[in-house]
């Protein structure tokens, strides 16, 4: 239901859980897992996030009660490993650094106990491989920090521990396998053509997401397939049209005129870009579409800067961080003030 954009179907059924099991963790956790997908579909409003907040903080507090009354099995171990680490996500994105590794940090430990309690679970390896990849590629105040504790990351590993859940998992498979595909189509960039088989089978079952096929677009289009990308885009087109409400086809028409936009960045050809994302922002409407009030003022800023006019690049991120609800787009908005993107630049198909 989350991977398919079905958020209050969703919500119905994990608060029935909450009702039939008010001590136990799970219900709670997939209740921020709500709430995290819709600030992945960008509506980072103050609701949304301080419902997330304490919606992942309670999970933590029922965990950790039942692990103090020697209640717990390895379930709870399980959900509190999960809970600390999106937490942990959640605060890295906000630049809180130590407070994300300590999270990060007691994640691991959580897991490390389900796992010992349960040899048999393939699930915890989302979460260690998640940990063992990403400190590998940590840099700066994160990496000074893995060598305070003695940590060091193995990004083949983590690799590794990911494909083995997203083949193997019960519960965390399909976060496996999209998590496998942000990193190789975003972070791998020799290996990025790996994200296809991700991409193309999370397109297949969430067919009421444009997301995935979106990205199966963009590994087409930085592969040079301009014929399998055009065809992606007329699957995109054609699921615009078939929708019954207007803002569901507006939805479909913003990926396909993104998934346009992207295609230009990555040809170097910035005003037909800008063409597309200025067709974007004239049909949108944010309380429906946040993502794509905010997403392609950014990458408007993208274009300027393929074409060296700094100034007014910075003009379109600073539109990002000023805006009520930027959409996640205000984290890579501040990447790219510090750091002007250049041609080829992976997170053109963000």
Known sequence: MLYDLDFDE??????RLVSGTPKNPVGYFYMAMVSWSRL??????PEVLKEY???IDLTISVAKKRIENLEADSLDYFYLGGALGFKGRFELMRYKWLSSYMLAYEAIAALRKCAEMDPSN???????GIYDYYTAKLSGVLKFLTYLFLHKGNQEEGLRKLHKAADHA???????????????????EEDFYKALPFAEELASSFRNNPRYR?????VHIRAGRDDRYAEVLALIWAESAKQKSKANAQMWAGQALYLEAGYHLFRNRP???RAKLDAILAQVDPATDPAMAAWPILKKGMSYDLEGHREKALQAYRQVLAMEN???AQFLAEKCIDEAPRHGDPFFGF
């Open 10 to 15: 969703a919500e119905r059924i994990f608060a």
């Open 40 to 45: 992945s579909m960008g509506f980072w409003t």
């Open 53 to 55: 907040v304490d919606r």
């Open 122 to 128: 393939v699930d915890v390896l989302l979460g260690l």
């Open 170 to 188: 019960l519960y965390s498979e399909l976060e496996a396998k999209s998590m496998l595909l942000h990193i190789y189509l975003f972070l791998e």
């Open 214 to 218: 979106f990205l199966e677009g963009v």
């Open 271 to 273: 005003q037909q870009a």
């Open 326 to 328: 930027g959409a996640g």
